[in-house]
């Protein structure tokens, strides 16, 4: 097989991002020089991450935003779906993102250590802030709804 000698293997897999809004402000954190596999230090994001095998998405973005940002959220609907595909420690990924609208009865945020700062925007300045790509449309397209 050939063929095979050419082909990058691909690990796809599904994570999930909290848009929090608190009183019209939106959380967005930055990844920090100190995460493992890190490819957007310095860029802001929004809480969320991998589903495990076996989780609902439901739960892994409860979980994963109990870790980044220390809050508990109420999951609203899903507004955005988009992809990636970063390359991380050698091996191309493909990364399926969901966006949930999400909401905190709280702004206390408690970071982990992958990440060294977070602010409370409104979402309409988004462009103020160095984001990936992907997580620019997805800014827009809560603009849009």
């Known amino acids: 097989m050939l063929y095979n000698l050419f082909v990058t293997e691909i690990k796809q897999f599904i994570a999930t991002r909290a ?4 009183e019209g402000k939106v959380l967005i ?3 920090g020089r100190d995460y ?12 969320g991450g991998k589903v495990k095998p076996g989780e609902t998405v439901e739960e892994s ?3 994963e935003t109990r870790e980044e940002s220390g ?5 609203g ?9 970063p390359k991380v420690d050698g091996q191309q990924l493909q990364i399926i993102g969901i966006f949930f609208e999400c ?3 709280s702004r ?7 990440h060294d700062d977070y602010q409370w925007i409104d979402p309409k300045d988004y462009q103020k802030y160095p984001l990936m790509k992907e997580k620019a449309l997805a800014f827009e397209a809560y603009l849009k709804k």
């Not at 493992?36 to 809480?47: A, E, H, L, V």
């Not at 809050?71 to 999951?75: A, M, N, P, Q």
């Not at 609907?77 to 595909?85: A, I, N």
């Open 19 to 22: 848009f929090i809004v608190h």
């Open 29 to 31: 954190i930055r990844e």
């Open 36 to 47: 493992k596999g890190g490819t957007n230090i310095s860029q802001y994001d929004f809480p």
């Open 61 to 63: 973005l409860i979980r």
């Open 71 to 75: 809050l508990e959220v109420k999951i």
């Open 77 to 85: 609907k899903p507004f955005f779906v988009t992809e990636w595909r």
């Open 103 to 105: 909401f905190s009865d």
């Open 108 to 114: 206390k945020v408690k970071l982990c250590k992958d």
